[in-house]
């Protein structure tokens, strides 16, 4: 798989509150592991929809895989995947692993225009995504039946990796990495998004402190708090309008939406709209 470059220069987001974050600047090749890192609050899980086309910033420029943003913000988002994101891309507690992935295939189907894949490559797509995340179905409590909720954190992590996968993205975006871990499970988590980008993958993860360990990987650090690069209120309170772009022809259909960060999660205004909202979320 082929990895997206990001480039950022003073890119900054504010909203009815004040500045969410402000001044970032980032240069990383393909392929690179990128570490948002911050206290919660300091705008890091806006900053990482920013970059995978999910909300619109108000100052600077970033571009991501050839695509400039905030112009071509429905180009990143075909490139870019969400894995596992607080608020936006939370799996079902009382779904099965066995059932999130098929229904993962379902919205797949969906957004290629119901094209049916053949059963032999749906197949070999999750066992590769599987691999790739390091998630062993036999291995867990119940085998592939095993509910969501009761995956360790880490094994959900490896979960939502997996379904973000599918789509063999340019761009994988986590948020929370190191929340609830030990620290073995922390060092397992960095090493799974460092295996990823020795695939080509662009990985951009946010925590609460970098990787101890970067050997093998390019590794891009922003830091983000009163004493980083940005400075911004909680994410919480901010509201950012993500509207249509005349100019961004690669998808005339991408109409207004409203990214809300109380929850970290968009909330569609009219039919396309929900059916962009749904596609992020299939992306993911």
């Not at 891309?89 to 692993?97: A, G, I, Q, W």
């Not at 799974?192 to 970098?210: F, K, M, N, Y």
Request: net charge negative.
């Amino acid at each position: 798989m082929a990895g997206a470059a990001v480039t950022a220069e003073g890119l900054g987001m504010k909203g009815s509150r004040g500045t969410v974050f402000e001044g970032v600047s980032l240069d990383a090749p393909a392929g690179s592991l990128i570490c948002v890192e911050g206290p919660s609050g300091a705008g890091r899980t806006c900053l990482l929809l920013a970059l995978t086309g999910r909300m619109r910033t108000t100052a600077g420029h970033a571009v991501v895989d050839g695509h400039p943003l905030p112009k071509r913000m429905a180009a990143v988002r075909r490139v870019a995947a969400l894995g596992p994101v607080p608020g936006v891309t939370d799996l079902e507690p009382s779904l099965t692993v066995v059932e999130h992935l098929r229904e993962r295939a379902l919205l797949r189907s969906y957004f290629s225009g119901w094209r049916r894949e053949p059963r032999a490559q749906r197949l070999a797509r999750v066992d590769a995504a599987l691999e790739t995340a390091g998630l062993d179905l036999d291995a867990l409590v119940k085998g592939p039946r095993t509910a969501v909720r009761d995956l360790e954190r880490l094994e959900s992590l490896r979960l939502g990796v997996a379904l973000a996968l599918l789509d063999r993205p340019r761009l994988l975006a986590v948020d929370d990495l190191d929340l609830k871990l030990s620290d073995a499970e922390r060092d397992a988590a960095w090493t799974l998004l460092r295996d990823i980008t020795a695939q080509g993958v662009t990985v951009l993860a946010v925590s609460s402190e970098p990787p101890a360990d970067t050997a093998g990987a390019q590794v891009r650090t922003v830091h983000l708090g009163p004493e980083g690069t940005s400075a911004g209120t909680d994410a919480s309170t901010e509201a950012v309008p993500v509207t249509a772009d005349p100019a961004d022809t690669t998808d005339p259909a991408d109409t207004s939406t409203t990214s809300t960060t109380s929850t970290t999660s968009t909330t569609s205004t009219n039919m396309e709209g929900d059916e962009d909202a749904l596609a992020e979320a299939g992306r993911a």
